[in-house]
């Protein structure tokens, strides 16, 4: 098209032409939200820590009160979930300002501080700082503030518990404390092991890990109820905003919350759990009624019958109705996509139960180096049952590096737990594990076993009473206890 740019009617042609090209070009431009270019890419860009209330591997699959959260909103915004791992704590405030992530989760406090330069989801829990201390006879537990004057109290840096002490402080003078960049988890165990008198931790972590460190108790909450809450950089179209305040308004999201509390930050170590009476009364009640099934899975996989049974105990306490908040069920306390590998399908028949997850075992088993043989072969397998093969691999080479023997589980059981520590689980390929949990698990077997054991010596020693021909003296339950076990 010509213009003859001397006519005024061609010039107003021409800016209605550029009119209708560029304006819509425009608003097209401007129209796009925050959401909709998150949904565009594809993907939620998750920022975390690797800790056990937030994000880690359990048996190589994600796992996490926030991991599992986040991937239900990404789900819900119908994007794939990213997950980034801050390599500290005040990278999650780095990767979120430079909008490197569009959302941090990691058990955040709102403060005041942290508004002033970030935008919150609605809250999905509330936490309270509190005083943490090891029990001691004699030593009551520190109800006011001045009983701790003096003492070392070390508090994670960049944590908003320094904003709770620097208030008291105002009030209290002589209140002191030290920073250290070393994680919770750490400064929970220091305490335990009576290095320090006091650390601050929030509830909601110490509920997680409390279990692990017998003793060790919260005395004093520092301040009201803190909300906890995912944060993002803020965005003047509230696209993100909105999204969130939907997801959290949910039904469906505030009953998925309630279970991840149960399975992540409510968890009783009923690893630790261990009472002789209630193990005989169980024995006389429950266990006749498997005791078959028992035999006829060692006759299949050629796993000690015993050691099986000891194993239901410690999952379900030979109860085959068993059902964990996580969703694990049945006498073997079996997953679901367990019970499908091992052609099982109903996990709460025990004979099915009891025979998948001796097969299942067997299969764990057999991943362990064939140099490790005896009885070491079996405590691996059992840790690997629990925590995964992939974590005992790393407590392995921890326990090589130190210069002990990897193929030993003496000297794996000590490194195990060490992948609780950034320090060290930074250091091996599959990160931060409950390495507390294997070493309990196993330790509570072989109590089990060892207690199946004597309860069928006593059984043998009754009936040989009976036909007035009595075992040799030297045969005693602990010389049957401790024969070896074998596979």
Known sequence: MLFDFKRKKDVIDLIGILILLII???LSYNSKTELQAIRESGSLKLVTRNTPSTYFLEKGEPAGFEYELAKAFAEHIGVKLEVTVAPSFSDLFTLIKNRDADIA????TITPQRQENFAFSPPYLHTSSALIYRIKQGNPAPKKLESVFGRTIVVPANSSHIEVLKKLKADNPELTWQESDEPAIDLLEQVHERKVDFTVMDEVTYNSHSSYFPGVNK????????????MYSPHPDNSLK?????FFAKESTQALIKQLKIKYFQRENRLNFFDTITFRNQMESRFPKLEAYFHD???????????LAAIAYQESHWNRKAVSPTGVRGIMMLTRA???????????????????????LKKVIAKIPERIQGEDRIWFG???????????????????????NPDKWKDVREFLPLLTKPRYYKTVKRGYARGYEPVIYVKNIQRYLDLIRWEFQLRQMREASKQDSLPDSSQSASSLKEAPLTL
């Open 242 to 246: 909105l999204a969130l305040e939907r």
């Open 105 to 108: 989760a990691a058990n955040l």
């Open 24 to 26: 819509p070009a425009i």
């Open 338 to 360: 367990t019970a499908k590998e091992m052609g099982i399908k109903n996990r709460t028949d025990a004979e099915q139960s009891i025979r998948g997850g001796a097969r299942y």
């Open 219 to 230: 005395s004093m909450l520092l301040n009201e109820p803190q909300p906890l809450a995912w």
């Open 382 to 404: 059992l840790a690997s049952y629990n925590v995964g093969y992939g974590h005992l691999e790393d407590a392995r080479i921890l326990t090589q590096r130190a210069g002990k």
């Open 297 to 307: 899975a060692e006759a299949e996989t050629g796993i000690n019958w015993q050691l």
